[in-house]
């Protein structure tokens, strides 16, 4: 069955910082991988998505992540955090043939100013 | 607005009551989900249409819990006799459907039982 580990529960960054979110997975084959963003009490937004070729992908408000297939990784990052920033963060995977995206347990971006 | 439509946005119900909650997805998606989310939890899996077809259903928490999608467009997922365990938000997202497609959420349902 596939998984997500999301090991850090809080990540706390001054604005201005550079900042990576660690997301594992656990399949076999390569899988689909997400990134979203949620802010209190709302849904979930997309923030970019890899399903094949290159390995380093790039998704709105300045967001990337990068897939290392030998470390069955696929963490975020931002070269400048904005306060705006401020949300938690969930990693998922689809298996391919499963459709049904699994999601980690979320990490929370705290922005110092 | 052409994203996903959950209603109501907030329900507090008494403990035993039972609850009916709505998702309209995306026009053109014909896959749809519904998630429960807890406080400082990732979303979790309940089930998910293709179409009017419930393809997963065993993720569902209990045989209190039941959804429907009578025409492959809107779904409702109904909780009966709800106990003060079932506070939760509940998600719902559609996807166009295939390998590569994203799911897109609504702002789902904020759940307290009393």
């Known amino acids: 069955a596939q998984s997500v580990t999301q090991p850090d529960i809080h990540i706390t960054v001054s604005e201005g910082a550079s900042l990576e979110l660690r997301c594992n997975y656990s399949?076999?084959?390569?899988?689909?991988l997400f990134w979203y963003v949620q802010s209190p009490g709302q849904g979930l937004q997309l923030l970019l998505k890899?399903?094949?070729?290159?390995?380093l992908v790039q998704g709105i408000k300045g967001f990337e992540a990068e897939f290392k297939r030998s470390q069955s990784s696929f963490n975020l990052r931002k070269p400048s955090v904005h306060w705006s920033d401020a949300a938690e963060y969930f990693c998922?995977?689809?298996?391919?043939?499963?459709?049904?995206?699994?999601f980690g347990r979320g990490t929370s971006l705290i922005v110092h100013p | 607005d052409t994203g996903v439509s959950q209603d109501p946005r907030h329900k507090i119900t008494k403990r035993g009551q039972n609850v009916t909650f709505r998702c309209d997805p995306i026009?053109?998606?014909?896959?749809l989900y519904w998630y429960r989310q807890t406080l400082g939890q990732g979303p979790e899996f309940l089930t998910y249409?293709?179409?009017?077809?419930?393809?997963?259903k065993s993720r569902l928490l209990s045989d209190r819990f039941s959804a429907e999608r009578p025409k492959g467009s809107f779904s409702t997922l109904e909780i009966q006799r709800t106990e003060q365990g079932d506070s939760a938000m509940y998600l719902c997202?559609?996807?166009?459907?295939?390998?590569?497609?994203?799911?897109?959420f609504g702002q789902g349902t904020r759940l307290t039982v009393v």
């Open positions: 997202a559609s996807s166009l459907g295939g390998d590569t497609t994203e799911a897109f």
């Open positions: 399949y076999g084959a390569t899988p689909y």
């Open positions: 890899y399903f094949s070729g290159d390995t």
């Open positions: 998922a995977v689809v298996s391919g043939g499963s459709y049904i995206p699994t």
């Open positions: 026009s053109e998606h014909n896959r």
């Open positions: 249409f293709q179409n009017e077809a419930q393809l997963e």
